[in-house]
């Protein structure tokens, strides 16, 4: 049915007569339960899970009453779930049903994913955030949204009544009531002067802490309870996971799908490699990812170019193929990949069965190189023809580390 609506109308029609009535009820049904609860919402192109997860922790672990909802996991009333398959934000219906849950709970805060579709879609509306937290806006749905400034618009609504913005110093152009930010460099709470040390990888980790110690201030959280608690941060299933083996190489699972994600997890795993001295030069590092189909197409060259100039050696395989051709998906991304100057065979390699890429990846690794697996991260299942069958990126690097 869902299928056939989407056929048959453009979005404008689906989201104003299907997605927002549809909100209202839920709204309606379970007694507008946002209206009790603190909510902090978080949306970004990329460190959105992440960035969730730090919040939540810092408040658990300052001893707040407070639930959360991302795309891996949920923790609602003190239950934990896992969501792992495709999902982004849950419907009206499940949101305020599981936000009922956690407001009979006794929660007082409850930590959101928000997306740039379920923003467009109203599945959050009648929520007024406390806190709307931007983590960045890079190249990404273009395929959804028709251009970036209509993106950018999109994520705009997650702050546009919020109490509070949390935002990227480098995005401008927010109304709200506060605004505080962050960065590397500059913003209210920048690395530069915080020099925050994190347990995971990555500037763009560092990042994700930075905005989450803001949410921290803004709430009056003491500082240096939430910076202990950031420092504790152990990382996420399928969010720079190091797959431990006795082969002398690092397996790293990441979720980076995106231009940007996929660079910043290139670049803090070439960071990881150490630097060149006079007894030995740093491993190679080697990508292995795809892209998906039904999805923005324009990132595709542009994933293959940051895997050329990055990674010593690119293996381009399935990510979600659904009902394109994976091999037309693969030779797009590619392109890319030879106008950084790859080679077919040398640097550049291409097997769409993610299962035999990962295998060869591994079969081509030497002692001190890094692989990592993008795309797919913490997803228990790959869409083949609409069909989602079970997949894991993990099981299948122990796999073929275990038959030798």
């Known amino acids: 049915m869902k299928n056939l609506i989407h056929s048959l109308l453009p979005q404008w029609a689906i989201n104003n007569f299907y997605h927002l009535p549809k909100a209202i009820l839920a709204n309606i049904l379970y007694g507008f339960p946002f209206r009790k609860l603190k909510v902090i919402g978080v949306t970004g192109t990329d460190g959105k899970t992440t960035t969730v997860n730090m919040i939540y922790q810092i408040l658990k672990q300052t001893g707040k009453k407070v639930s959360m909802i991302s795309t891996i996991n949920g923790v609602i009333a003190g239950k934990s779930y896992d969501t792992g398959f495709h999902v982004t934000s849950p419907d009206p219906l499940t949101v305020q049903k599981l936000a009922q849950e956690a407001l009979n709970n006794g929660d007082e805060y409850l930590v959101l994913e928000v997306t740039s579709h379920a923003l467009d879609q109203y599945r959050f509306w009648g929520i007024k955030f406390e806190v709307g937290v931007i983590t960045n806006v890079t190249h990404e749905h273009l395929d959804y949204h028709g251009n970036f400034e209509n993106y950018l ?35 209210d709470f920048n690395q530069k002067e915080i020099k925050l040390k994190l347990q995971i990888p990555g500037e763009y980790n560092i990042e994700n802490a930075l905005a989450a110690l803001a949410v921290a201030y803004v709430l009056g959280i003491d500082k240096e309870q939430a910076l202990r608690s950031l420092r504790n941060f152990k990382g996420l299933i399928g969010r720079m996971e190091e797959v431990k083996n006795n082969r002398g190489i690092r397996i790293i699972i990441d979720f980076a799908h995106t231009p940007n994600g996929l660079e910043q997890a290139l670049k803090a795993l070439r960071t990881s490699r150490g630097p060149k ?82 295998r060869l990846a591994i079969s081509l690794s030497r002692a001190g190189d890094i692989i990592g697996i993008f795309g797919k991260g913490h997803e228990r299942s790959m869409n083949y023809q609409g069909i989602e069958r079970p997949w894991s990126d993990r099981e299948a690097v122990e796999e073929a580390l275990s038959d030798g």
């Open 153 to 187: 618009k999109t994520k705009f609504r997650l702050t546009g009544d919020a109490k509070f913005a949390v935002l990227n110093q480098g995005i401008g152009g927010v109304r709200a009531s506060k605004v505080v930010t962050f960065g590397l460099e500059n913003g």
């Open 277 to 358: 001295d006079q007894q030995a030069s740093p491993g190679r590092l080697i990508a292995v990812f795809g892209a998906a189909s039904q999805r923005d197409i324009l990132k595709r060259p542009m994933m293959g170019k940051i895997s050329a100039k990055l990674a010593d050696i690119t293996i381009l395989t399935d990510e979600d193929p659904r009902f394109e051709s994976r091999n037309k998906i693969i030779e797009e991304i590619a392109a890319g990949a030879y106008s950084k100057g790859a080679k077919d065979m040398e640097n550049l390699y291409k097997e769409p069965d993610r299962k035999k890429a990962i």
